[in-house]
């Protein structure tokens, strides 16, 4: 699910920022942009959920750590 949040800066001028909800429930932001529509774009665009395998810096050095010795 994302959205479009409008926002104005400090000259007046406004600026949009692509929302998303991430699997935990929290807001998170995919970006600033110009335009409505490329906020809208980028909203859709959202990263998909890391494995922890690929989040763990343990395994990577585990992997690297028996390559080794093979």
Known sequence: ?????????????TR???????I???DRSAGTYDTEKEAAK???REPRPRSPKAASPASATADSASATTS
């Open 1 to 13: 699910m994302g959205f479009v949040k409008p926002r104005i800066i400090k000259k007046g001028k």
């Open 16 to 22: 949009y920022t692509a929302c998303y909800i991430d």
């Open 24 to 26: 935990r429930g929290k």
């Open 42 to 44: 980028a909203r859709g």
